[in-house]
């Protein structure tokens, strides 16, 4: 892993564009074939470091789920409204009352599976503009958690000849705070998602 992470350090600062736009085909890709957000976030942390990570994650991931939701928009759509739409009535409701706020909220929020998050918009008709920079705005948060960790692992590699303990690794402030970070998002999410779901 230290001799590949040297080899990705090297391309990045040589080509940090070439492999930024590689990154960002890769992850709509991704995100079409398996759709799960957080691997490209560990691995941006890991080659392009915290906060060049957080940009180029959330800029990659929402491009490639504003494209996932149009792809599903022309051929899902029957079949997606069959299938959710008397599940998620309710939150058809408050969509129509202020789509971008409502849309940025349920992306903030969360619980609910990456794939299926893209694609349950479909239901309430969303603009393409909300979309997007609803889905920017709204994962900046869980991304940056993750990139961090991904950053830190990065980090550790980076500093440690020899191979660090489980322990060394979860006491170590660059894994420790990210850590620290996604229990706090998760408990937050949990909170806002009975006001944001209930009936």
């Given amino acids: 892993i230290k001799m590949n992470r040297e080899y990705l350090i ?10 930024s736009f590689i990154f960002m085909i890769l992850t709509v890709i991704w995100v079409f074939l398996l759709g799960i957000g957080s691997p490209v976030a560990l691995t941006a942390g ?6 060049a990570g957080v940009l180029l994650t959330v800029s990659s991931l929402s491009i490639a789920a504003t494209l996932f939701y149009i792809f599903g928009n022309y051929f899902f759509k029957d079949l997606i409204r069959e299938k959710f739409l008397n599940k998620f009535k309710n ?5 129509k009352k202020n789509e971008f706020i409502f849309f ?3 992306r903030i929020v969360g619980g609910i599976p990456f794939p299926i998050a893209n694609l349950l918009p479909i239901l ?7 979309y997007f920079f609803g889905t920017f705005l709204g994962i900046i948060p869980q991304a940056f958690v993750i990139v961090s960790l991904g950053s830190g692992i990065e980090q550790i590699i980076k500093n440690n000849d020899t191979v660090p303990s489980i322990l060394e690794i979860l006491l170590s402030s660059e894994i420790y705070f990210p ?6 998002l998760v408990f937050i999410s949990l909170i806002l998602k009975k006001f944001f779901y209930k009936n």
């Fill in 10 to 19: 090297n391309i990045k600062q040589t080509n940090t564009i070439l492999l």
């Fill in 46 to 51: 890991f080659i392009f470091g915290q906060w």
């Fill in 91 to 95: 939150l058809e409701i408050k969509f």
């Fill in 104 to 106: 940025l909220v349920y």
């Fill in 124 to 130: 309430f008709n969303i603009k393409l503009k909300n």
């Fill in 179 to 184: 850590i620290l970070g996604f229990i706090f």
